[in-house]
């Protein structure tokens, strides 16, 4: 079973943008969002995903993932739970991690999210001061 460990954070500063290394607009939308399971449609750039997402427990939860026709994805937005939401992620590097930072347009316009994929829920890592 494919699985997600991640951790996120509130950032609090604009420290971060001295190491970017790509941006990409996203736009998504949750088909279901409840505690015990998520599907989530994204259009990221010009391709489409669909994600379906299990429980969280610590920092970990089942994570599928598919490629869907751009347009299938577009059409999916409409049936998607509302407010959608807008945002760019950007990638950046720091002390050998690769962190995604995203900061929302929109209904969340002002919030600044970091988010970090281990390998595994003991695994270390320093955490930025932005």
């Known amino acids: 079973m494919p699985i997600e460990i ?9 420290n971060w943008k001295k190491n970017i290394n790509t941006a990409t607009l996203i736009k998504q939308g949750y088909l279901n969002s409840t505690p015990e399971r998520t599907v989530r449609v994204r259009i990221k750039g010009e391709k489409g995903f669909l ?6 427990v610590n ?27 807008e ?14 930072i995203d ?3 929109g209904d ?14 003991n695994q270390e890592f320093i955490l930025p001061s932005w």
């Open 59 to 85: 920092t970990t939860r089942a994570e599928y993932e598919y490629e869907i026709p751009f347009s299938d994805a577009l059409e999916m937005m409409d049936l998607c739970e509302k407010p959608l939401i």
């Open 103 to 105: 900061v929302f347009d």
């Open 6 to 14: 991640e951790r996120k954070f509130l950032v609090v500063n604009s």
């Open 87 to 100: 945002k760019t992620r950007y990638e950046v590097i720091v002390n050998g991690n690769l962190w995604e």
């Open 51 to 56: 994600t379906i997402k299990g429980k969280t």
């Open 108 to 121: 969340n316009k002002g919030l600044t999210v970091a988010e970090i994929e281990l390998e595994s829920e």
